[in-house]
């Protein structure tokens, strides 16, 4: 009954920028329906280009939980969006970091076991 998609603002960001990542959650029956949308629930994950290294997650430094009941009508999208530093975080976040490098990256989000498509975006290097 929902779809999840992942949002970048802008396919290209210069590495020392705060990005703007989404998760966007859509009804996508012809009927009202109610969805828990707990921080807990819901997920921004950075991956590698190939899918294969997991860099950052919205979840790995959250404390961030508790029942979130919406009514989403049909079609209507509801955005969560945080703005990511460019560090890498692991589960537990530990306290060292890296500054994820200029490259290619994607963007999943989830709500439950519902998967966004991945959303290509580029990390460039800082220059004054």
């Known amino acids: 009954m929902i779809a999840v998609k992942a949002e970048v603002d802008g396919a290209e960001h210069r590495v020392g920028d705060r990005t703007l990542l989404r998760l966007v959650v859509t009804n996508t029956s012809v009927q009202p329906c109610v969805r828990d949308l707990d921080p807990v629930r819901q997920e921004i994950v950075v991956w590698s280009a190939d899918g294969g290294l997991r860099l950052w997650s919205s979840n790995d430094c959250s404390s961030a939980k508790g ?11 509801v955005a969560f969006s945080v703005r990511w530093a460019g560090r890498t975080s692991a589960p537990g976040c ?6 994820v490098p200029a490259g290619e990256y994607r963007l999943l989000t989830r709500v439950d076991d ?6 290509q975006f580029v990390r460039i290097p800082w220059s004054p």
């Open 67 to 77: 029942a979130d009941l919406r009514t989403l009508a049909p079609g209507e999208p």
């Open 94 to 99: 530990p306290a060292h970091r890296e500054t």
């Open 114 to 119: 519902v998967i966004s498509p991945p959303t």
